[in-house]
Nanobody, 126 residues
Framework: VQLQASGGGLVQAGASLRLSCALS????????VGWFRQAPGKEREVLAV????????SYVDSVKGRFTVSRDNKKKTTYLQMNNLKPEDTAVYYC????????????????????WGQGTQVTVSS
């Protein structure tokens, strides 16, 4: 399974971005997909997870209400819509996938994904 993240860029505080994560080499509808980020000098953190069907999604508190994860199983793509971006959102953003039927909530507490994309840089200026 290969994952390709895209959509990052440089924006001003308050702006929006939509990241995309395209999956190839596997049955997309069998995979839960998570979004992570890693800021300089900090550990990688999970942000949002969507389950294999798209029926459930979960978020960490720091992005709840601002970020929305969705998926299009026909396009084999997962999206992370990010609104009202803040300078502290600056990081490299990664998507990851895991073939399972676990709920999105399960992955927030157990963010062990089997396949990872290469990351896309998001920079938010103040």
């Amino acid at each position: 399974v290969q994952l390709q993240a895209s959509g990052g860029g440089l924006v001003q505080a308050g702006a929006s971005l939509r990241l995309s994560c395209a999956l190839s080499g596997g049955t997309f509808s069998s995979y839960a997909v998570g979004w992570f980020r890693q800021a300089p000098g900090k550990e990688r953190e999970v942000l949002a997870v969507i389950n294999w069907s798209g029926a459930s999604s979960s978020y960490v508190d720091s992005v709840k209400g601002r970020f929305t994860v969705s998926r299009d199983n026909k396009k084999k793509t997962t999206y992370l819509q990010m609104n009202n971006l803040k300078p502290e959102d600056t990081a490299v953003y990664y998507c990851a996938a895991d073939e399972s039927l676990y709920s999105s909530n399960y992955y927030l507490g157990n963010p062990a994904f089997g396949s990872w994309g290469q990351g896309t840089q998001v920079t938010v200026s103040s």
